[in-house]
């Protein structure tokens, strides 16, 4: 059952969005080579403490931290570790923040020192892909119109659409209905309703769009060891457009 928010809850879980961009302001200073995911996942949830806030996956179904780190091949779920970046990385930074019960979910992919012309065009794309699909979650609007523009998008660049890891409602749980794939057709889909707030986190890879799972559980990779990155916003549908509760 898809749970429609009312305009006083979703300015509660933009609160919590707030907090959580505020949090990937400041990662975004960090990240140099000779940095750890570790030392970055430390300083989220001090960050997060700080402002009253909880990270919501530390604990999920047993992730041990307040962050998934993914670095290059890594599509999602990485776990932080304490091997320090390179020149020439690309991570990606996923967190759920909880603000007095509300959530708010967003990854972030940042380049590692210079990194090279396929990676640096994997992420305008990426970012591409997540902008031209919040353009189209209007009220009225099938979620195929926003899956389609993303996929379409990408695909035209080279690149591929994971199909595993999937979009989610969100509000006081993490996982919410409805869940989606970021392909599609127009038309095609659940309908957008005024009250519904979801994730857009398409993971776009430089290869196929095929994964794996590592022995962990969690570390999803691709399958061909090409780049992977992700940019994820928290939205709610509201009769005058897509809110963004996770704005930079």
Not at 110 to 127: D, F, W
Not at 189 to 213: C, D, H, Q, S, W
Request: overall charge negative; some cysteine.
């Amino acid at each position: 059952m898809i749970i429609l928010k009312t305009a006083r809850e979703i300015s509660l879980m933009k609160e919590a969005g707030e907090i959580l961009a505020a949090c990937h302001r400041e990662i975004a200073k960090m990240i140099e080579p000779g940095i750890t995911t570790l030392e970055i996942d430390s300083f989220t949830e001090k960050f997060l403490k700080k402002h009253n806030a909880t990270p919501e996956q530390k604990g999920y179904n047993g992730f041990p931290y307040a962050t998934c780190a993914s670095v290059n091949d890594v599509i999602a779920h990485g776990f932080p570790s304490k091997k320090p970046l390179k020149n020439g990385d690309i991570v990606t930074i996923d967190m759920v923040v909880n603000l007095n019960g509300w959530l708010a979910d967003s990854a972030w992919t940042y380049p590692v020192g210079t990194i090279s012309e396929e990676a640096q065009r994997l992420l305008t794309v990426t970012k591409e892909c997540l902008d031209l699909g919040i353009e189209k979650a209007l009220e009225g609007n099938r979620i195929g119109d926003v899956t389609s523009t993303i996929q379409t998008h990408a695909e035209n660049a080279g690149f591929s659409v994971v199909r595993d890891l999937l979009g989610h409602g969100i509000g006081q749980s993490m996982h919410e209905a409805p869940s989606f794939v970021h392909v599609g057709k127009p038309g095609k889909g659940f309908r957008l309703k005024e009250g519904m707030v979801f994730t857009i986190e398409p993971m776009i890879t430089a290869g196929t769009y095929n994964m794996y799972v590592e022995d962990d559980g969690w570390t999803a990779r691709t399958l061909d060891g090409s780049l992977a990155a992700q940019y994820e916003h928290t939205i709610a549908i509201t009769k005058d457009g897509p809110l963004i509760l996770t704005q930079q």
